[in-house]
């Protein structure tokens, strides 16, 4: 399994390509944001990327925008000082896959590439449908009735695993962990807000919402058979 690991501090860098390796992990790491894009447009895809925030040239949001204009399934996990919620929403809404706020446990950083990894390897369908709701996983692209719903990657991530647990009662916990796929406040009201999003883009003048709120419990995804009237 290829690691890119892109991280500006040398000393951080070497404990983490050294432990990787010890690992198993065969790991290639550069220090600057241009140096990991021109990397994989001449090395092709890795297994896994490290991505660091605090880079020297182009900021690590910067690169993982540019990343997921052209590669949406390679796991990114962006490992940063920056710890507070709104800069973890921040990656994750642009598309990475977890979030590790430094200084990290080296353990956890294992296994967490590992569960990315089994994750990326399960079979899933190119396309999925319920009602007249249809996503298309490897276009990524949303549709309702036809009309396109213009997604974030966290909205569109969010949409499918609605999708592929429809009917079922879906609690806030069971949301964020397979969602933002790490251990967020359950406090939180993250769920709350981007159920809000989806339902402000999929929902029609007049009608219920597709994500129906349980008491108590959580959300459910419910859309009719009906076609959309667009």
């Not at 709104?86 to 956890?108: H, I, N, Q, T, W």
């Not at 590992?114 to 996503?135: I, K, N, T």
């Not at 219920?208 to 009237?229: C, F, H, M, N, Q």
């Amino acid at each position: 399994m290829r690691v890119l690991v892109v991280e500006d501090e040398e000393r951080v860098a070497s404990f983490i390509a050294k432990g990787l390796e010890g690992a198993g992990f065969v790991t290639k790491t550069v220090s600057t944001g241009r140096e990991a894009l021109l990397f994989l447009r001449r090395e092709g895809p890795v297994d896994v990327i490290l991505l660091d925030v605090g880079l020297p040239d182009i900021d690590g949001f910067e690169v993982l925008a540019e990343i997921r204009k052209t590669d949406p399934q390679t796991p990114i996990l962006m490992l940063t000082a920056r710890g507070d919620v709104p800069s973890r929403v921040r990656g994750l809404d642009l598309g990475a896959d977890d979030y590790l706020a430094k200084p990290f446990d080296f353990d956890e950083l294992i296994a967490r590439i590992r569960a990315q990894l089994r994750h990326a390897r399960q079979p899933q369908a190119a396309v999925l449908e319920v009602g007249d709701l249809r996503l298309d996983l490897k276009t990524r692209k949303a549709t309702r009735g036809g009309k396109v719903a213009d997604l974030t990657s966290r909205e569109f991530s969010l949409l499918e695993f609605f999708m592929r647990h429809e009917g079922q009662v879906l609690s806030r916990s069971q949301i964020l962990s397979s969602v933002w796929g790490y251990g967020f406040d359950p406090q939180s009201n993250v769920v709350d807000v981007y159920v809000g999003y989806l339902r402000g883009k999929l929902d029609r003048p007049g009608e219920d919402s597709i994500i129906e709120a349980v008491r108590g419990g959580g959300y459910r995804l419910r859309v009719s058979d009906r076609p959309g009237t667009d």
